[in-house]
């Protein structure tokens, strides 16, 4: 296994849960499945992406298969991409993937855990990557699992948000309850306490990652209530609560998904990044190395992996003082993430409400 795939820098290893999905079941026949390239069931050729969360929203999904495309074209292998949302599909798809001789099978989010614990054993040739993922104990050798620590940019998200907003009161908005969510309401909360003890962020989750009428109608009461700052971590939810910033004056969003910046030209002033294509580009070439191992990679500021970023839309397009506030803001959430990545700024990653 690789180091970097247990530590990056000075960054410390946390465990983070991940975004559950919903949808329609999607059969798995032979000649069923989406198909890319020719003699896509050549043995070890073949690498396939199963994701449990909707494609179509511009979105985390809408990115990997985007890069896995790219990257089947730049390195000449057949590819498939099945959208697994029936929970009782998942260890027939995976099991259906390796019989048929797919060299590697990319799965997304923690419900996919068990079902790889369950087949991969079986398929010792067939190399697994599951993105968005605790690590396993033990690990499995076939099996590398992939994390994310999103709180540190959504501390970022928190320090710019109190420094743009002009009432002091910030929100976030996460499609479900999860440790993982709850470490980056936590987060945010941190990071406006730092700036000043009259910062405070109201939490709220809609109960679905694609739920965007529940996301706009929680957007609307917390902007009511006085909040001018949101910050979204909710999947397909979070083209509501754009939708509610356009929807009144002095209401600034900061988004998951740089895609989302076109949604709200004069609202979305900058984003969290989690870049799962790139992610998944980096894990498949990794894969494809000949030095690919099971364990466990953490990805974080360090490697770009995640990040905290402008819209260049919002700086041209947004309301003149709310620009001015990001535009002084920004050297501050610069020197963050450099201290962050050196250790020298800890973020704790605290999953309790």
Request: aromatic share 8%.
């Amino acid at each position: 296994m690789r180091d970097d795939h247990t530590r990056l820098g000075a960054l410390p290893v946390s465990r983070r849960q991940a975004i559950l999905a919903g949808g329609a079941a999607v059969g798995l026949g032979v000649l069923g499945l989406p198909l890319i390239g020719e003699q896509a069931f050549a043995a070890g050729k073949l690498v396939a992406l199963v994701h449990t969360q909707a494609a179509g929203d511009d979105g985390p999904i809408d990115d990997m298969i985007a890069h896995l495309k790219a990257l089947s074209k730049e390195k000449d292998f057949p590819i498939r991409a099945i959208y697994a949302a029936d929970p009782s599909t998942y260890q027939s798809i995976l099991t259906t993937l390796a019989k048929a001789g797919a060299g590697i099978i990319v799965t997304t989010f923690n419900e996919m855990a068990d079902p790889l614990k369950a087949v991969a054993p079986a398929y010792p040739d067939t190399k697994f990557v599951q993105l968005y993922a605790d690590p396993f104990n033990p690990t499995i050798p076939n099996i590398l699992t992939v994390e994310y620590q999103a709180h540190y940019g959504m501390y970022l998200a928190g320090l710019f948000g109190a420094k743009i907003s002009q009432s002091q009161r910030l929100g976030y908005i996460g499609g479900v309850s999860l440790p993982g969510l709850n470490a980056d309401l936590n987060a945010m909360k941190a990071a406006a306490a730092s700036v000043s003890i009259n910062a405070k962020v109201k939490g709220a989750f809609a109960g679905s990652f694609q739920d965007p009428a529940k996301g706009r109608e929680i957007a609307n009461q917390l902007f009511s209530s006085g909040v001018d700052f949101i910050q979204t971590d909710g999947a397909a939810t979070d083209a509501g609560v754009i939708r509610a910033a356009g929807e009144g004056g002095n209401r600034i969003v900061s988004a998951v998904f740089r895609t989302q910046f076109k949604l709200g030209p004069k609202t979305v002033a900058a984003s969290v990044l989690v870049n799962f294509g790139q992610s998944l580009t980096d894990q498949v070439n990794f894969a494809l190395s000949g030095t690919f191992a099971g364990g466990h990679h953490v990805s974080n500021l360090a490697d770009g992996i995640i990040d905290f970023v402008p819209s260049p839309l919002f700086m041209a397009n947004g309301p003149a003082d709310y620009v001015m506030r990001a535009k002084a803001a920004w050297p501050a959430v610069d020197a963050a993430k450099q201290e962050i990545i050196q250790g020298s700024l800890k973020v704790p990653f605290d999953t309790k409400l």
